[in-house]
């Protein structure tokens, strides 16, 4: 197969494998689809990565943000991406070998962290569905805080209405950090997507 054949082939495994996730556990996978590229490229531009040294990712699902995340952060980076789906975790472990993957909830962050025995982290990504997460939004917001070092950054991917500045994601993530900042609607994904950026303040 040539090399465009695979890329083809990969995307339609990737759409596949993804969909059967949204059957079993709609709710949870919060999308049809893992990201398109260009919003994921959109979304990355907006994240500061500079001195990030220790940065995890959050809902990695199949790794379509850990594979370019990968590929942006300096090489002397540590790169922990944590999913809760069994079927998303191999997929992802196959996709970037070189990415610490865990198979656990994004709740369990102070724990995976301390685990590894890593230094507070530079810099979380994360698109864990905001719907998801319900009463318990604060309590995760509170444990992403605690791992982050003072000068960390914290960047979320949500459906691009709930991102918004001074909507209701932006206030529950303002109680935990400083100067969020919404960034551009990314309109290659449906629905619209848009980052959410906050520093740990
Ligand atoms: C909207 S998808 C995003 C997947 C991938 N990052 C992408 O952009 O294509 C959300 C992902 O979060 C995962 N997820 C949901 N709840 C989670 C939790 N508590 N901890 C870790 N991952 C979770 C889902 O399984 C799903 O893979």
Known sequence: ???DGATVARSRQERTLFAGEFFR???RAGAVTETAADCVGGFLDEVRMAGARTVVE??????????????????SS??????????????????????????ASAFDLPELVRERGLPPV???VCSVPWTLLGEERDRFLGAVRATLS?????STLLVAHRAREGGVAANRV????????AGRVLWGNLPPLRGLHADAG
């Open 1 to 3: 197969m040539d090399h």
């Open 25 to 27: 556990h709609p709710i």
């Open 58 to 75: 959050l809902g990695a699902g199949s790794g379509a943000i850990t594979a370019e995340l990968a590929t942006r952060l300096p090489d």
């Open 78 to 103: 540590r790169l922990l991406a944590v999913e809760v789906s069994a079927a998303l975790t191999d997929r992802l472990r196959t996709r970037c070998p070189e990415v610490d993957v865990a198979c």
């Open 122 to 124: 530079d810099l979380v």
């Open 150 to 154: 003072d000068d960390g950054a914290f």
């Open 174 to 181: 303002g109680c935990h950090f400083a100067d969020v900042r």
